[in-house]
């Protein structure tokens, strides 16, 4: 009779077959499951910040959003479904969507949503370029004793791994200097270096009719 772990065994093959599966794809998979929910729900924050790209009345809108949500729509002099927004009504009155800041390219909500990719793309490459160094020394490979051979190899595998960890570091570090770093002037743009003196609306007693006549404060 063979012994049930037997190499010799075919059930043994497919049954360590199987857990390598189990173990390596499958974490894998749940690993790389994870690694781009987190990027992508990242990128989904990123957009929700009120930076818009040359849209001043996008950005007015977006500081009256509660105006809207506590209000809904408005029927205009010529419509006949309430589909007007009020908040673009006040931003659009007077234009006072003009206050509000024009916040270029650069600084605007699109390099939040890009920064998780490129800091992404950071970690693949120096992962990429860490894996191509492992290896075993040469003395290691000329000897017999299997167990300084595995040592050896460990020693590389950590080794690469902090390595490939610093140059993530880095990398994350530079580009976050350099997009909002003192170089980049983004900490210039209103609502950074200073408080946007801009004007705000209240709905009185849940009555929103009184909001085209509020005056700014």
Not at 133 to 162: C, P, Q
Not at 165 to 170: E, G, R, T, Y
Request: charged fraction near 15%; charge should be negative; include cysteine.
């Amino acid at each position: 009779n063979i012994p049930e772990d037997d190499p010799r065994n075919p059930a043994t093959i497919a049954d360590n077959v199987g857990d390598n599966v189990g173990d390596v794809a499958g974490m894998g998979a749940d690993l790389f499951e994870s690694y781009v929910g987190s990027v992508v729900a990242t990128a989904i924050l990123g957009s929700s910040l009120p930076f818009f790209y040359r849209d001043p009345l996008a950005m007015c809108v977006y500081q009256h959003l509660y105006i809207d949500e506590m209000c809904g729509p408005f029927a205009g002099p010529f419509d006949l479904i309430a589909t007007r927004s009020y908040a673009v009504s006040i931003c659009q009155r007077n234009d006072l969507f003009e206050l509000y800041p024009s916040a270029p390219e650069w600084a605007s909500n699109t390099i939040f949503i890009a920064l998780p990719f490129m800091l992404m793309l950071v970690g693949m490459l120096a992962s990429i370029l860490c894996t191509a160094y492992v290896h075993v020394g040469k003395r290691a490979k000329d000897s017999s004793d299997r167990a300084h051979i595995m040592e050896s190899l460990l020693w590389s595998l950590r080794t690469n791994t902090f390595i490939s960890s610093i140059l993530i570091i880095a990398g994350a570090g530079g580009l976050c200097w350099g997009f909002f770093g003192p170089a980049s002037q983004f900490q210039e743009q209103p609502g950074f270096s200073e408080e946007i003196d801009l004007p705000t609306y209240r709905v009185f007693e849940g009555n929103c009719q009184p909001l085209f006549e509020t005056s700014p404060e």
